[in-house]
């Protein structure tokens, strides 16, 4: 099959849109047929680069738990950020890398909390890379109507 | 008679015992109210005094939904408040046995008007703006007047007492987070430690906090009265400010067709209290984490395959992505981002 997921979902939120809702009278259907149109049209944006953007964005949080690594007092948090640091993706289907970004999003929540702790200067600059990282994820994940 | 039609038709039979020719037409679902699904019907029955012909709405829990909710809480407080200055529509019957419809519902008057809806138009008042937001500040005010404990209202969350309001509602979100959240979300768990190291002041009074009091929530009519505020699902007892944070959300902000600081001066003088700034911040910040917490238990519910509601999917997708932004908005303004 070549046919790909994006041309698909979006062939299919084109004919809801152009073909059945134009025909519908009842007005809680044509509103359930809008939304899936729209919900369509998200999740067709999302398809083509959605592995890169789990690859890139666990990359980033390694760098960033390995940066921690070294700033951290904890001896025991710093050998498990060392070590997820120098992990990488176990393999390539969506749900694999889901469970990866989960647990990589833990030990960066552990990592910061260690750091508004510990309050130092490294600490504090660490904490803010972080932040800036969360906002620039939130911006590639961002759902595009 | 639909299947449908005819079961609340026997409801009705059974709940009115003297009235006979009960039957029930027109009945439609309405779009929208995520949390229950909504209902209009008309019923005509006759009790002996002459013929009774009513448009009537029915509100029934949804195999899964937005929020976990208490099904009687929404009921309670129509019943409670029903002669207060805040407009709710007047509540009939509450049925929590699944024989009659499969699920928990009930019935009350269906209030004229119609919701202004935040998404879909730049002037949702249509040109009455002015006068509706006048009255949705005030009645928010009207309702942080009003003394729960002497409406009958102590059963609702926090309403026996809780030392702490701020603590009990964030200690409330954050465990719903931690039931259905499928990826940790270090954005919102930043904000909530933010939160709990920064606490507000304590609440100048225990009020009645509606829950999801804005613009969509309730019906307006050309006149530009309030006819009705609806979905209180989510209502129970906190600090005032946090139904006015979540009236200025951005997302849905009353403050894009009504001035905040007039809105502000009409809650204060309704409710004779006074808002402290640096309070209402903490709470906006609050209402951010608290929306990705509810958008939260919307994608967990669809992705489990027990709602299949399709506002609950593309709001939640939408809604949590424009409130995770606002925390971060809100935390660099705090310095975190540097």
């Given at each position: 099959?070549?046919?790909s997921?994006?041309?698909?979902?979006?062939?299919?939120a084109?004919?809801?849109?152009?073909?059945?809702?134009?025909?519908?009278?009842?007005?809680?259907?044509?509103?359930?047929?809008?939304?899936?149109?729209?919900?369509?049209t998200?999740?067709?944006?999302?398809?083509d680069?959605?592995?890169?953007?789990?690859v890139?964005?666990?990359?980033r949080?390694?760098?960033?738990?390995?940066?921690?690594a070294?700033?951290?007092?904890d001896?025991?948090?710093?050998?498990r950020?060392?070590?997820?640091?120098?992990?990488?993706?176990?393999g390539?289907?969506?749900?694999?890398?889901?469970?990866?970004?989960?647990?990589?999003?833990?030990?960066?929540?552990?990592?910061?909390?260690?750091?508004?702790?510990?309050?130092?200067v490294?600490?504090?600059?660490?904490?803010?890379?972080?932040w800036?990282?969360?906002?620039?994820i939130?911006?590639?994940?961002?759902?595009?109507? | 008679?639909?299947?449908?039609?005819?079961?609340?038709?026997?409801?009705?039979?059974h709940?009115?015992?003297?009235?006979?020719?009960?039957?029930?037409?027109?009945?439609?679902?309405?779009?929208?109210?995520?949390?229950?699904?909504?209902?209009?019907?008309?019923?005509?029955?006759?009790e002996?005094?002459?013929?009774?012909?009513?448009?009537?709405i029915?509100?029934?829990?949804?195999?899964?939904?937005?929020?976990?909710?208490?099904r009687?809480?929404?009921f309670?407080?129509?019943?409670?408040?029903g002669?207060?200055?805040?407009?709710?529509?007047?509540?009939?019957?509450?049925?929590?046995?699944?024989?009659?419809?499969?699920?928990p519902f009930?019935?009350?008057?269906?209030?004229?008007?119609?919701?202004?809806?935040?998404?879909?138009?730049?002037?949702?008042?249509?040109?009455?703006?002015?006068?509706?937001?006048?009255?949705?500040?005030?009645?928010?005010?009207?309702?942080?007047?009003?003394?729960?404990?002497?409406?009958?209202?102590?059963?609702?969350?926090n309403?026996?007492?809780e030392?702490?309001?701020?603590?009990?509602e964030?200690?409330?979100?954050?465990?719903?987070?931690?039931?259905?959240?499928?990826?940790?979300?270090?954005?919102?768990?930043?904000?909530?430690?933010?939160?709990?190291?920064?606490?507000?002041?304590?609440?100048?009074?225990?009020?009645?906090?509606?829950?999801d009091y804005?613009?969509?929530?309730?019906l307006?009519?050309?006149?530009?009265r309030?006819?009705?505020v609806?979905?209180?699902?989510?209502?129970?007892?906190?600090d005032p400010?946090?139904?006015?944070a979540?009236?200025?959300?951005?997302?849905?902000?009353?403050?894009?067709?009504?001035?905040?600081?007039?809105?502000?001066?009409?809650w204060?003088?309704?409710?004779?209290?006074?808002?402290?700034?640096a309070?209402?911040?903490?709470?906006?910040?609050?209402?951010?984490v608290?929306?990705c917490a509810?958008?939260t238990?919307?994608?967990?519910?669809?992705?489990?395959?027990?709602?299949r509601?399709?506002?609950v999917?593309?709001?939640?997708?939408r809604?949590?992505?424009?409130?995770?932004?606002?925390?971060?908005?809100?935390?660099?303004?705090?310095?975190a981002?540097?």
């Amino acid at each position: 099959m070549t046919l790909s997921i994006e041309a698909a979902v979006r062939g299919v939120a084109d004919a809801l849109r152009e073909k059945v809702a134009p025909t519908l009278t009842d007005s809680f259907a044509t509103e359930v047929t809008r939304l899936s149109t729209n919900l369509l049209t998200i999740m067709a944006n999302a398809a083509d680069d959605a592995v890169a953007l789990r690859v890139e964005e666990n990359a980033r949080v390694r760098t960033l738990l390995g940066d921690g690594a070294a700033v951290v007092g904890d001896t025991v948090l710093a050998a498990r950020l060392a070590q997820a640091a120098a992990s990488t993706d176990p393999g390539f289907r969506i749900s694999e890398l889901d469970r990866e970004t989960d647990r990589l999003r833990r030990l960066l929540v552990r990592l910061q909390v260690a750091l508004e702790l510990q309050d130092d200067v490294a600490c504090r600059t660490l904490n803010q890379r972080i932040w800036s990282l969360l906002r620039d994820i939130e911006t590639s994940r961002a759902p595009r109507l | 008679m639909t299947d449908m039609e005819e079961r609340i038709a026997a409801y009705i039979a059974h709940r009115l015992p003297n009235a006979h020719g009960v039957a029930v037409d027109q009945l439609s679902r309405i779009p929208g109210g995520s949390s229950q699904e909504t209902f209009k019907f008309r019923a005509v029955w006759d009790e002996g005094s002459g013929p009774a012909d009513r448009w009537l709405i029915l509100r029934r829990a949804p195999p899964a939904g937005l929020v976990v909710a208490e099904r009687d809480v929404e009921f309670s407080v129509y019943d409670a408040i029903g002669d207060s200055d805040v407009p709710v529509p007047k509540v009939y019957f509450m049925e929590m046995d699944p024989q009659w419809l499969d699920r928990p519902f009930f019935v009350m008057d269906m209030a004229p008007g119609k919701p202004g809806h935040f998404w879909t138009s730049d002037d949702p008042f249509e040109g009455q703006a002015q006068a509706i937001g006048e009255r949705f500040w005030r009645h928010l005010g009207a309702l942080a007047a009003i003394d729960h404990r002497a409406v009958g209202l102590e059963d609702l969350r926090n309403g026996s007492g809780e030392p702490s309001l701020w603590a009990a509602e964030l200690g409330h979100w954050e465990s719903i987070l931690d039931e259905n959240e499928s990826m940790i979300d270090p954005v919102v768990r930043g904000a909530i430690r933010w939160l709990r190291a920064n606490p507000p002041p304590p609440a100048a009074k225990q009020a009645i906090v509606h829950g999801d009091y804005r613009v969509g929530n309730f019906l307006f009519t050309p006149d530009g009265r309030i006819s009705a505020v609806l979905d209180w699902e989510m209502c129970h007892i906190g600090d005032p400010l946090e139904d006015i944070a979540w009236a200025l959300n951005p997302m849905w902000s009353v403050e894009r067709w009504f001035p905040a600081e007039e809105g502000i001066a009409l809650w204060e003088q309704a409710s004779g209290l006074s808002v402290d700034p640096a309070a209402l911040d903490w709470w906006r910040l609050f209402a951010a984490v608290k929306a990705c917490a509810i958008w939260t238990t919307a994608e967990a519910s669809f992705n489990s395959g027990r709602s299949r509601d399709m506002n609950v999917a593309t709001t939640a997708v939408r809604g949590m992505s424009f409130h995770r932004k606002e925390i971060l908005d809100h935390m660099a303004a705090r310095g975190a981002i540097g």
